[in-house]
């Protein structure tokens, strides 16, 4: 059935001094927040209808206060760059029309690659996939997501036939008597999202003491890439303990004999010199886990972001399963996704094996349906392209891409061993990024398009609830700015296509494109997301009421059961040794968001946090000589980078920290990827310090 | 290649899944003496003491023999290595060729030469454990003979059943071989708290039906159960009746191979450097360098350093290194604290840790178990790592009193007590005035009462000043 045209107008503009509902421009939480623009000036409000911020007047941390700076001219591109120049579209649009043409015919259509973001729109997104997949015909397309959640979607696509990063809203937790956060500092990742836990006891799983792991009734500490090890440790105390939920584990689940014998294996004290974390705080979590109805085990980019990220995440899916949690009410698994659209970034066709509604690109059933709405023969779409490290590694090389389109997304600041990554980009014969300032990516671009920002065009996120909410548009980009939209159909029709630029019409097309696959949008409607407050999906009609908790009932397996799976814990792929004797673990910090392209321009948030540091311990700095507040000097086989001493008890003694919001940090991390999520190994690698002198 | 492994224990079943891991193909028989799939010796102790189950102390499930291509020949015991042909032959007379053999027979529990000794039972197989659990259903009293690590687990084990329990060891003081005289002393009398009565520097001379004699006639200490943990032997019987060298155990170089180019020797029953290990992980690790080299690859092994971790409910013990050197040989740090049953010992060498002794619970053990593992330099303060919980205490000054005005209050909205001051002084008088003015409280809300204290001190003030 084909769902009705949506009844909202295309774009027109609030008048003056309106106050427009919309959300956050960064993370997942996508907290619910009102623009007013009067006269130029652009105030925001925390709104209180949304769940995820809305308790008590409403919740914003300082990004989001302070969203609106980086909406005026100044900062931010306006015009088209060609060569560093700047340029009408028209002339900018030719450029790349004429360059891809000869690209394409010389090199074929994979010849031409493309990069997304978890940032974009679902809109966007679903249209840079079709973009690649019909307009350029090229199977090289894939996003930053892969850095970021791709770890918990295989393992949850293992377990529960159904990646939805938390299959319950957030208010649930505060349900929770117990919470096990591994890997994930919320208290300065997603501020707001402390809130609802505002009653249970937090175990926390992090080599760092964060003000998260502060917040916690219990800090397991655990030396970085061994937290597969802890969660073996941990599975294999609640078997000995009687923790198991016999019932449930025989009711709605398989595969747990394999995994009882293979965690046989990881008894607490093999466990305990693997990681460092005391035998008796992995007793006490368990007792804290098993000694309550009410508990929720939720993974972040501590446990994904490694050569072994999937399995890390299985090893916790595990454990919540045989204690009994997925699927029950007031329990629960959940990742908690990263970047503003990262849930329905990596559902709608920007990722390398997908296509629009989850479905997988090599699936004839899932290619025959997404041919059909986009009106082309199965046969004409492209298979599975390479992942995104992977896509990064052979641009500018002899089997690689000769040209690349890039949007929202910054990688020469956020891939790993990303000092390679700028002279690879140099070599190719066209890179055109669009995005909203300059970034340090951009500025390599042989051509530059000016992006328009979250309060200037509407369009859907999926939060990482998996609840669509709507962001409409406040005022217009000012300048020469275009939306996402348009520039696609820019690029599009250079390449002979006529498309849409319309929200509203893309978004339709998306859930057609959508239906009937795993994650179904083929009932939400900006309507819908506007009277609901957001939609859950998957929601296949108008009339169904989306799916809050999809496993209450059943898991999305074929035989509603999920399944346990057998994981070994092994090294990181890269030890400290006597010439990189220390890890290295990077992450974020509050006042930051992913490379810092935004943030960095926003004067408040540069206040907070000015400048790359590194954290470490002070047995350490007196080691080495370091001071607070010296210029460090950071090495890793793969690059060096310098940053300020921040000398902290926080932290482990044989481990550092750098935030990964400046270039650098990521000079010196791994690019060892998971082998079932392509996912890079940014937790952990070696590196050596000494104070520049 | 036909891999032929005789012994399927820790060693011998971690051998050949490293195998399988990195080759597919080979042709894989295995064959153990015990009638069952491999087991987890460590946690014996744990089956023991009702705190694991029987069921968790499988290695591999039948199941991945048939799923990996390995064939299991299980109760059947090799008698002969025919190294001329390159074969094993086993009690039935079963022949299985090899390119590549593995011994991993292990060790057998010393079983010391006294009257009466059939009585007792040894603590070493599965079986033997199952036959401890059953007696101790019925039992009155037990003895534990041997004072080491494995007996003090099963006298506290059988403690831990409600038995009464004596444990009697012949050297001066409990785990002598990881322990000094005080730490043994103290590890005695947390487990005599526990129910285990201990009797060191005795030897018996006796097994009776009525008991455990020492030495003269009137020195009987009652018991219906007997259980013997006097350490362990390798099984070496065929490697020397197969012409390899042996000492204590069979001889193997850096690769895992002993004297016979296409013989391997893996876990207790393998001497290494002169040192024949008595516990898992350095069976493991061998286990990986051998299947590594038996399918191409080039490790080494390079001995293993060894971590010793009591299993005993209530009794936190770990043990490593060399932890019976003097304040002569290195710098040594003790603290102790007999009432409470807590000693920490640290032996350092050269600015890294050689030793370490750590009796009652401590969050130390996990950092300094991997910094002997590591053998990286040690920090200068000796005491922040017996005490972790001293190191950067007392930093906090979350009194608003002493806060200074640049400490940040709201890391959220990145506000200091300076700025909520200001805002106060600028008229705000309440929580949610501030909070308005200067976004405080509105992130994750954790700050909250924090930032009241300061208003309300602040209000408290003026009423003192005005």
């Known amino acids: 059935m084909k769902p009705p045209e949506s009844t909202i107008e295309p774009v027109t503009s609030p008048p003056d001094g309106a106050s427009v509902k919309t959300h956050c421009p960064y993370c997942a939480l996508q907290c619910g927040m009102t623009v007013t623009a ?374 020469v600041v956020s891939a790993p061993r990303s000092g390679t990554l700028a002279d690879r980009l140099r070599r190719l014969d066209l890179l055109v990024v669009a995005d909203v300032v300059l970034s340090e990516t951009a500025a390599l671009a042989d051509v530059v398009l000016p992006a328009a920002q979250w309060a200037e065009q509407d369009g859907t996120m999926t939060n990482l609830e998996g609840r669509v909410l709507l962001r409409r548009r406040a005022f217009p980009p000012p300048g020469e700015v275009r939306t996402d939209l348009e520039i696609i159909q820019g690029i599009a029709a250079g390449l002979g296509h006529t498309w849409t630029a319309s929200p509203p019409a893309v978004f339709d097309e998306l859930r057609r494109a959508s239906a009937g696959g795993i994650a179904d949008y083929a009932g939400i409607t900006y309507d819908r997301i506007a009277a609901e407050t957001g939609v859950f999906w998957p929601c296949p009609a108008e009339n169904h009421p989306g799916t809050p908790r999809p496993f209450l009932d059943r898991f999305a397996t074929p035989d509603g059961r999920a399944r346990f799976t057998p994981v070994e814990h092994r090294p990181p792929a890269e030890e400290p040794d006597d010439d990189y004797p220390v890890h290295l673990t990077t992450g974020r910090v509050l006042a930051q968001y992913q490379s810092g392209a935004q943030t960095r321009r926003v004067a408040a948030l540069v206040e907070a946090a000015p400048e790359p540091f590194v954290e470490l311990h002070p047995d350490l700095a007196a080691q080495l000589g370091i001071g607070a507040g010296d210029l460090v000097r950071v090495r890793s086989r793969r690059g060096s980078t310098e940053a300020v001493a921040s000398i902290t008890h926080t932290i482990r003694r044989d481990t550092v920290f750098m935030p990964f919001h400046w270039e650098g940090a990521n000079r010196l991390t791994n690019p060892a990827l998971d082998p079932a999520s392509r996912m890079p190994e940014f937790k952990v690698c070696a590196v050596r310090l000494e104070k520049v002198a | 290649m036909r891999l032929v492994v005789i012994g399927n224990g820790m060693a011998g079943s971690r051998l050949v899944s490293e195998v399988r891991a990195r080759d597919p193909r080979a042709k894989v028989t295995v064959f153990g003496a015990e009638p069952w799939q491999p087991y987890n010796r460590v946690l014996l102790s744990n089956v023991l003491a009702g705190s694991s189950g029987p069921d968790q102390v499988r290695l591999l499930d039948a199941a991945w023999y048939a799923e990996h291509g390995v064939q299991a020949v299980l109760g059947a015991e090799v008698v002969q290595i025919d190294r001329d042909t390159q074969a094993v032959i086993t009690r039935d007379g079963r022949r299985e060729p090899y390119d590549v053999l593995v011994l991993a027979t292990g060790s057998e529990a010393v079983v010391p030469p006294i009257p009466g000794v059939a009585r007792a039972v040894p603590f070493r197989t599965l079986g033997d454990c199952e036959r401890i659990v059953a007696a101790a259903e019925h039992a009155r009293r037990a003895v534990v003979v041997g004072g080491g690590l494995l007996g003090v687990e099963a006298a506290r084990g059988l403690a831990g059943r409600g038995l009464p329990v004596t444990l009697l060891h012949l050297a001066g003081h409990l785990m002598e071989r990881q322990l000094d005289a005080e730490a043994g002393l103290m590890l005695g ?184 593992d590591r053998g990286g330099p040690l920090p200068g303060d000796r005491a922040g790592l017996l005490f972790p919980g001293l190191a950067g205490a007392g930093a906090v000054a979350d009194s608003p009193v002493r806060m200074p005005d640049a400490a940040k209050v709201c890391h959220c909205n990145n506000v200091t007590k300076g700025q909520i001051r200001a805002c106060w002084e600028a008229g705000a008088r309440d929580l949610a005035a501030v909070s308005a003015a200067t976004r405080a409280t509105t992130g994750c809300g954790t700050c909250r009462d924090a930032v009241e204290g300061i208003v309300d001190w602040l209000c408290e003030q003026e009423g003192v000043n005005a």
Not at chain 1, 56 to 83: F, V
Not at chain 1, 385 to 403: F, H, I, M
Request: overall charge negative; some cysteine.
């Open chain 1, 38 to 411: 009067r006269g130029g000036e652009v105030t925001i409000a925390p709104r209180t209808d949304i769940p995820a911020n809305g308790h008590g007047g409403g919740a914003l941390c300082q990004k989001g206060w302070t969203a609106g700076e980086l909406l005026e001219p100044g900062a931010r591109l306006t015009t088209p760059l060609l060569y560093g120049r700047r340029a009408t579209w028209e002339k900018a649009l030719d450029h790349v029309s004429r360059s891809l043409a000869g690209i394409r015919a010389a090199h074929g259509p994979d010849g031409v690659a493309v990069f997304g973001g978890g940032g974009l729109t679902n809109e966007s997104a679903y249209h840079l996939g079709k973009l690649a997949r019909v307009a350029l015909g090229t199977s090289q397309i894939d996003y930053n997501g892969r850095f970021c959640m791709s770890s918990a979607a295989a393992a949850a696509n293992k377990a529960f036939g159904l990646d939805r990063g938390l299959p319950f809203p957030l208010t649930d937790l505060a349900g929770a008597d117990v919470v096990l956060l591994a890997g994930a500092n919320i208290a300065e990742t997603m501020p707001p999202l402390v809130r609802h836990l505002g009653v249970p006891r937090l175990i926390v799983v992090d080599p760092r003491l964060t003000p998260t792991a502060k917040l916690a009734a219990l800090h397991l500490q655990p030396a970085p890439g061994t937290d597969l090890a802890l969660a073996l440790g941990l599975l294999h105390l609640l078997i000995a303990e009687g923790g198991v939920d016999a019932a449930y584990v025989a009711a709605r689940t398989s595969g747990f004999d394999a995994v009882r014998t293979s965690v046989a294996s990881w008894w607490p004290e093999r466990v305990e010199r693997i990681t460092g974390v005391p035998v008796a705080r992995m007793r006490s979590a368990v007792h804290m886990l098993k000694n309550t109805d009410n508990a929720y085990i939720l993974t972040g980019r501590g446990a994904e972001q490694h050569a072994k990220g999937t399995d890390t995440v299985s090893a916790f899916v595990n454990l919540a399963l045989a204690l009994g949690l997925p699927g029950t009410p007031g329990s629960g698994y959940g990742c908690l996704t990263g970047q503003g659209n990262g849930q329905g970034g990596r559902e709608h066709g920007q990722k390398a094996d997908q296509l629009p509604g989850y479905r997988k690109i090599d699936d004839p059933a899932a290619r025959a349906h997404v041919a059909a709405v986009w009106g082309v023969e199965p046969s004409a779409l492209p298979g599975p392209g390479r992942s995104a490290q992977e896509l990064l590694d052979a641009l500018g090389t002899a089997e690689g891409p000769r040209a690349l389109l890039l949007f929202g997304s910054n990688p």
């Open chain 2, 189 to 372: 009398e947390t487990l005599g708290e526990l129910g285990v009565e201990i009797r060191t520097g005795v030897t018996v001379t006796a097994i009776t039906d009525s008991g455990v004699q020492l030495g003269a006639a009137e020195d009987l200490v009652e018991a219906d159960l007997v259980v013997l943990a006097c350490g362990v032997r390798p099984l070496t019987g065929l490697a020397a009746h197969a012409g390899l060298e042996v000492r204590r155990a069979v001889v193997v170089d850096d690769e895992m191979r002993t004297d016979d180019p296409s013989i391997f020797a893996v876990g207790e029953c393998a001497e290494h450097d002169g040192t024949v290990y008595g516990l898992v992980a350095p069976a493991w690790e061998q286990a990986a360098v051998a299947a590594d080299v038996i399918t191409g690859g080039k490790s080494r092994y390079r001995g293993s350093r060894l971590v010793t971790r009591l299993k005993a409910r209530s009794v936190e013990l770990a043990a490593m290194g060399e932890t019976h050197l003097e304040e002569d040989q290195a710098e040594v740090v003790r603290f102790s604290h007999r009432a409470r049953g807590t000693y920490r010992k640290l032996v350092v060498r050269d600015g890294r840790l050689v030793g370490a002794i750590l009796l009652g619970e401590s969050d130390a053990v996990g950092t300094l178990t991997q910094l002997y």
